[in-house]
Each structure stands twice: as structure tokens, then as C-alpha cells.
């Protein structure tokens, strides 16, 4: 089959690879239909990491996917061949003390599509997954929705994590596809006014045609607009230190943005006379099949983020278009099959 790896810095390319295979009893073969490009899927695509985990080329990235399964193992009981399904990329363990508490997102064992060390992605004409990581496709939504649920995972569980009041009035630091999920998980749940910041015109027409109640430049942003939550979701220490100006005492600093950079730092003067809060949203933890609900009733859409398609041999395109964020791309995805 053809997959998509990366092969050296800006670099990615296709190569023949062998067919997935049924190796466990709880496996299900998988034909890849759309893959979304993530920031994450960029850091790697740019600096060969992100932290600690470092590309070993070649290396298959992607990890935002929907499907149809082909096949399924002797144990599966939720999933059939023909069934269109959402993919969630982390395969947790299941067994070890964070998964027991309920955070399966921080297994101690977890296998994460196209993260280095972990599992190979899923820019691939067909990949395996455990049946825990399928979830069927009601049929009012798309393929395309589907591969979309797995960064609104993320909205919703970054707005969960923020146990917002109600009537919350938010800031959003970068109108990216995540802080644009963030944007409309906010809203689904009563948020009343949301200040967004991003350097993109188009992304910030978009931030305001799905409900913020203004959009502006960073560099543009009056501070004195005191907020209880801001969430930074463009991994930016300039974003960090002016969601740190914009709170009021006792409130709340979501950080939801990957750096590329290892270390970043807080005014540790203004962090402790506030009292700032810092919540740390790591992906997502049991959200999926709510997400898919809140995409199904209407009570969240999301189709706006798509601003590009690919096929997968102009894989190498959409790569360069998101990493220099060019032509106002929001987010870009790749129809495989």
C-alpha cells in the first residue's frame, strides 16, 4: 500500500509500504478515507520533534482519520466491515494506575498515532487499530466530520477541564483549528462572549462568523479587558505572558498550545500577586463519543475549518501550505480513499 513518511526536515514523501495485518483478536483493518494535518503533524514535519520524542526517519505522520473497516479480529464486537468510524489515535494500556484513575491519555504504556516511539501514523491507505479506538459514524455525519471530532475532542475537553461559570466571558489565543474548536465547544456550552486574538485576517473572520465576539491582532489586543479564563492555544510564550495580563486575580490560565520550544516562563511576580491558576490540557480524555453526539444533534459544527483538500500524492503541498500557514489555510485535509 502507499503511505505518506516523513524522510528528513521539510521533508515528506511516498513510499510502498506492507499491507496492515490482524495480529490480536481485538484488532480492526481499516480503510483510510480523510486525514486531517495537525499542528502536531507540522512540528515534527519542521524540527523533527516536539520535546522529548524526536522522528527516527522515515517515519509515518498523521493521526486526525476516519475510515471504513474492511476487517475485524475473532474478539471485536462493536465494529463490522462496512461500519464508517471515527478514530480515536490513543491506545492506551488500560492496566496501569493512570488509566485506573481514569486518565487513559496519560497511560503509562500509550500508543499514540504518528508519535515517534509509539506507533507509525495514519497518512497510509489502510491501518489497524484496537476496536477501543473505532467509533461508529451516526449516518448524519461525514468521514470528513468524523476526522474533524478528533481536534474538537480536544475543544471539548480543554473547556471541561476549565469548568467554566456560567455566562463566562473567555479569551482565546489563537484562531487556529484548536482554538477555533475551543471557540465552539465554549459556546455549545452557554459561554457568552469570547475575545479572540490571532495574527491570520482570515482566521479571525472566521473566529467571529462562529460566535466570538471580537477578533483581533495580538499586537492589537488592550489588555485592560480583564477575563476569569483565557485559553492559549498557539503554543507561543507571547501568548502565554499577555493570557497572564488579560486575567483577572484568581483566575484561570488554560494552556492547550504545543511550543517548539522545550522550556517557556511565566512573570512569576503577576502569576502569584493574582493568583493565577494553570490548567494543562494534554489531548483529550473521554470525549469522543460526546463529541460525536454534539456534532450529530447540530449543537456544534466545525465544517468551516476546512479550507483545503489534497489527495495524497500532493502530500508534500499540503505540508508545505500549513507549515508557512499560506493562502488562509485553516485546517487541511487529505482524502485518501
Not at 183 to 206: H, K, N, Q
Not at 289 to 311: C, E, K, N, W, Y
Amino acid at each position: 500500500m502507499t503511505s505518506a513518511m516523513l524522510t528528513g526536515i521539510r521533508q515528506i514523501k511516498l513510499r510502498e509500504t506492507p499491507d496492515p495485518r490482524i495480529e490480536n483478536p481485538n484488532d480492526v483493518l481499516l480503510q483510510v478515507s480523510t486525514v486531517g494535518i495537525c499542528g502536531s503533524d507540522v512540528h515534527y514535519y519542521k524540527t523533527g520533534r516536539i520535546g522529548s520524542q524526536v522522528v527516527e526517519y522515515p517515519f509515518p505522520v498523521g493521526h486526525e482519520a476516519a475510515g471504513t473497516v474492511l476487517e475485524v479480529g475473532s474478539g471485536v464486537t462493536r465494529v463490522r466491515p462496512g461500519d464508517r468510524v471515527a478514530i480515536d489515535p490513543a491506545m492506551p494500556c488500560f492496566e496501569c494506575d493512570q488509566c485506573l484513575a481514569g486518565r487513559s491519555h496519560t497511560c503509562r504504556k500509550l500508543r499514540f498515532l504518528g508519535c515517534p516511539g509509539q506507533a507509525p501514523g495514519c497518512l497510509a491507505e489502510r491501518i489497524v487499530m484496537p476496536e477501543t479506538s473505532c467509533f461508529i459514524l451516526p449516518d448524519t455525519l461525514t468521514l470528513t466530520q468524523g476526522a474533524l471530532s478528533e481536534p474538537l475532542a480536544i475543544g471539548v475537553y480543554a473547556v471541561r477541564r476549565a469548568n467554566l461559570p456560567d455566562d463566562a466571558c473567555i479569551g482565546i489565543l489563537g484562531a487556529g483549528p484548536v482554538g477555533l474548536c475551543v471557540l465552539a465547544s465554549a459556546r455549545a456550552v452557554g459561554c457568552r462572549a469570547a475575545v479572540v486574538t490571532e495574527p491570520i485576517p482570515e482566521r479571525r473572520a472566521l473566529a467571529v462568523s462562529m460566535g466570538a465576539e471580537s477578533s483581533c491582532d495580538p499586537a492589537d489586543l488592550n489588555t485592560s479587558a480583564q477575563l476569569n479564563t483565557v485559553f492559549e492555544c498557539c503554543g507561543q510564550q507571547s501568548a502565554l505572558d499577555q493570557g497572564i495580563d488579560l486575567l483577572n486575580p484568581g483566575g484561570t490560565l488554560v494552556v492547550v498550545g504545543i511550543p517548539e520550544v522545550d522550556r517557556v516562563s511565566f512573570s512569576i511576580d503577576l502569576l502569584r500577586r493574582k493568583e493565577i491558576t494553570i490548567v494543562n490540557v494534554r489531548r483529550q480524555e473521554g470525549c469522543v463519543q460526546a463529541t460525536l453526539d454534539l456534532m450529530a444533534s447540530g449543537a456544534i459544527s466545525i465544517d468551516r475549518l476546512v479550507t483545503h483538500r489534497f489527495p495524497l500524492d500532493r502530500i508534500a503541498e499540503a505540508f508545505e501550505l500549513v507549515a508557512d500557514y499560506r493562502d488562509g489555510v485553516v485546517k487541511a485535509l487529505i482524502e485518501i480513499g
